[in-house]
């Protein structure tokens, strides 16, 4: 199998041309921002098991103001990975319960109630409740 | 390549973690306390540490810490393979 002839060439910058793009790239970068969160719990889990003072440290230093506003804009992003997943669902795997497919936005309605029951359930579950 | 689909099936798998699980557990071990938006800190070694001999909660930050990676760097994948075209196209 050969390359292409004449490679399709994208301009920099296309992403800034108009929000939809944009909005796409901001998602795209959700995903990745989701794998550094992955670290960084992973980093915690290792801090949890080095020590009181270890662990108390790591998360002194993701509350100091520069971290935590870092922090904030990141998981800005997270939220918006999460909530462009929920309306691709519908998009991406139309989903055919009744003659025609689900419109996109009943799914999306779906997903939220159901990420916050799920949330609830982490909240009491894992955090052991309010 | 043979292992395309199983990989993509992770991804997709990956999404839903990241999706429903990551913004409430950030929310309340990074955000909840510095904010003052929750009565107790989840996050305090005290109380994590209790958590973090349960069964369940390891399943968790296994199945979340896991699910993120391959998310996140699969995501990458794309971005990077265009990198390398680019850069091969540019040089030939």
Sequence with gaps: MTGREYAWKRRPGWWLRNRRYLMFQLREAGGV?????????LNMLVQLRAGESAYAAFLNLLRTPPVLYLNIVL????VWHALTWFMLIGKA???????QPLPWKVVFGINVLLW???SGA???????GI | MLLEPVFWSLFSLGGFITAFLFPVTLFLLFFAAPFHLWPTDPAVYSTFVGHWKEPLVRLFFFVLIGGSLFHGTHRWMPASKAVRRKRSSTSS
């Excluded at chain 1, 921002?33 to 719990?41: E, H, S």
């Excluded at chain 1, 998981?75 to 997270?78: I, S």
């Excluded at chain 1, 982490?122 to 052991?128: A, N, P, Q, R, S």
């Design chain 1, 93 to 99: 795997q139309p989903i055919q319960f009744t003659r």
């Design chain 1, 116 to 118: 916050l029951g799920v």
């Design chain 1, 122 to 128: 982490v909240v009491y579950l894992i955090f052991g």
């Design chain 1, 33 to 41: 921002v989701c794998a550094l969160y992955g670290l960084v719990l």
């Design chain 1, 75 to 78: 998981f800005a992003l997270v």
